[in-house]
């Protein structure tokens, strides 16, 4: 049997050294072998099955938002070891390490955008800066966020991609998810959108607040999307798991969310969705309040 | 730890037991003066105040899942007058892990909620181990929001490992559940006061855990994960669960000291298995304490608070 066809069977027989390293990329879900060059064209997505690769927050920013439209806040928010917490490693180290792998300070990039000539309040997490886990910066840049959103009326956009809550940081990291879901309400109160777009894996503590909270929830094609992981449910319950278990899919046809959407699409959709609602915002807006918001709205939207 | 009639003690009560039984055992003899007794009672005393407060986390942990630990039921049983549970959650089941209902405390109606843990074991399969499904996480909103419909002030008991985790529970919605009363806890506009006592267990805790108040029972614990799920992740092995309890900071005195909690009600006779009616009471005296506190401030207020109140928890560095 030749390596492709086993690949195939999904039997891992391929090997790294097979394959000039960063040319060539060895989609995981069909074996399909893909030129770099061609993937990153495709958005990372595999021409063959439509496997989404995961991406980080910089390249999600480069799909979604109008060329140089972005102006990032709030970069120098790092993670402080509050508890002192170290395990087989200080969590010092943990984050002194993320920072170097990723070139940028946390797991998540907000600032304001224009997405389709749109203004919004964008924010996305990013899986490789420590699997996306939620801590204290994680939570102050979003309550950042929430608030520059009210105050500029722009919709808020947050892309998520996290297993859940940043361990390191106990429960001070337990206790973002309500200070993240004090932060939706308040947008939430100001009438404004917010629309939730969860990609590969959006779990745990971040699943269980703000990427349920969204107004309208988008999910990338078979993204891991929920609460306990599957081994814990295993463990736990006995039950086996049904096929496509806690992916995008499943939860559509549970009435979980609203669009799967695959990544070539995402930024149609999301510019249709946020003219549908804010012209229902402006509309109401402008029968309550007449002309200050007028003004505000003519002049950002 | 088996599961007998018998009272259960953990090895490090050990001192405590035979020496409460020796008091019960002269005390029923009548041999002995009421003086001897006297002595031995207070010498009880002192050594229930160093066993139970030189502990390290792991024996706190062990502690708050006490298997004689009151629970939601009984704590609710005691302080207050009248207790009238409600049930469902208008969609699709009631869900025993999570009780509420109308109830009187000294004369002043509340809203109580709750998570369960169930006593007997037969009781304790029946509600779940206190583990919440998504069904019992609407019925706490919607007991909410009728309490705040008709101005009532809300006592929540928080007392679990975790939210469920199942298939079931995830096909209807476990982060949407839980991510709703999160959201939804910073527009009910009536005093929230929130206890925990026994398990403060990561965000299936956390559903029912904001309020205004957030007060904790010394031993019990608060943490993202427990500390075998965590030593798992972290350590590989469930074994270093030890040392991930220490590590995570999970007591009340560290909970008091991040910033997460606002006050400890201290458990009295050492530990609150030892005496419910006594724990009772100093619940019921705090949550009255509390109660009088926020009926100052007008609701509005009181959201605009609470909100500040969980803005300012985490701790980061800007450079
Ligand atoms: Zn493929």
């Known amino acids: 049997m030749s390596w492709l066809n086993r690949a195939k069977r999904g039997i891992k027989t391929w090997r790294k050294k097979d394959i000039p390293d960063g040319l060539w990329e060895k989609c995981p879900s069909c074996g399909e072998i893909l030129y770099r060059k061609e993937l990153d064209r495709q958005l990372s997505v595999c021409k063959k099955c439509d496997f989404h690769f995961r991406i980080n927050a910089p390249a999600y920013l480069d799909i979604l938002a109008d060329a140089s439209t972005f102006s990032e806040m709030d970069t120098a928010l790092v993670s402080g070891d509050p508890l002192e917490f170290k395990d087989s490693k200080k969590y010092k180290d943990r984050v002194k390490a993320a920072i170097k792998k990723t070139g940028r300070n946390s797991a998540i990039m907000t600032g304001t955008a224009e997405i389709g000539g749109r203004p919004v309040l964008l924010a996305i997490m990013d899986f490789s800066f420590m699997g996306g886990s939620m801590g204290s910066v994680v939570g102050e840049k979003i309550v950042r966020a929430a608030k520059k959103a009210v105050e500029e009326r722009r919709p808020l956009v947050i892309v998520t991609a996290s297993g859940g809550a940043r361990m390191q940081e106990s429960i001070l990291s337990l206790m973002q998810m309500s200070k993240t879901s004090a932060a939706i309400a308040s947008v939430s109160r100001a009438g404004l959108p917010y629309i939730a777009i969860l990609t590969n894996p959006t779990t745990g503590g971040v699943a269980a607040s703000f990427a349920f909270q969204g107004d309208i929830i988008i999910a990338e094609p078979k993204a891991m999307i929920g609460f306990a992981g599957p081994r814990v449910i295993k463990e736990t319950t006995g039950e086996e798991l049904p096929d496509g278990f806690q992916r995008s899919e499943f939860l559509l046809d549970h009435g979980m969310i609203d669009i799967v959407a695959s990544r070539q699409k995402l930024k149609t959709t999301l510019v249709y969705i946020l003219d549908s609602l804010m012209s229902g915002a402006s509309v109401r807006v402008e029968e309550d309040n007449q002309e200050n918001d007028r003004k505000t709205i003519s002049l950002i939207w | ?319």
């Open chain 2, 1 to 319: 730890m088996t599961e007998t009639n018998a009272r259960k003690v953990l090895d490090f009560e050990k001192p405590v037991d035979e020496l409460q039984r020796r008091i019960e055992r002269l005390k029923r003899d009548g041999t002995s003066s009421a003086g001897e007794i006297a002595r031995l009672k207070e010498k009880l005393s002192e050594l229930e105040n160093k066993v139970y407060r030189d502990l390290s986390a792991w024996d706190r942990v062990q502690l708050a899942r006490h298997p004689m630990r009151p629970t939601a039921l009984d704590y609710i049983g005691c302080i207050c007058d009248e207790f009238e549970e409600l049930h469902g959650d208008r969609y699709f089941a009631d869900d025993p892990a999570l009780i509420g209902g109308l109830a009187k405390i000294s004369g002043i109606p509340f809203m109580v909620i709750g998570q369960e843990k169930g006593r007997s074991t037969k009781e304790k399969i029946a509600r779940n181990f206190g583990m919440v499904k998504p069904d019992g996480y609407r019925k706490s909103l919607r007991l909410m929001k009728l309490a705040e419909k008709f101005g009532l002030p809300i006592l929540s008991l928080v007392d679990t490992q975790g939210a469920h985790p199942g298939i079931e529970a995830e096909e209807r919605g476990q982060p949407r559940a839980i991510a709703d009363n999160l959201k939804e806890v910073f527009g009910i506009a009536t005093p929230i006061i929130v206890v925990v006592i026994g398990e403060g267990g990561s965000g299936g805790a956390l559903a029912i855990a904001v309020g205004d108040s957030i007060l904790m029972l010394e031993h019990a614990i608060y943490s993202v994960i427990t500390p075998e799920g965590c030593a798992a992740i972290l350590w590989k092995t469930r074994e270093k669960a030890p040392d991930a309890a220490a590590a995570l900071r999970l007591t009340s005195g560290d909970c008091l000291e991040l910033g997460v909690i606002d006050g400890i009600i201290e458990e009295v006779h050492g530990a609150a298995h030892r005496d419910l009616e006594g724990n009772a009471a100093r619940i019921r005296d705090a949550v009255l304490a509390e109660h009088e506190k926020l009926g100052k401030v007008p609701p509005d207020g009181l959201l605009k608070l609470r909100e500040e109140k969980f803005y300012a928890m985490g701790q980061f560095e800007e450079g």
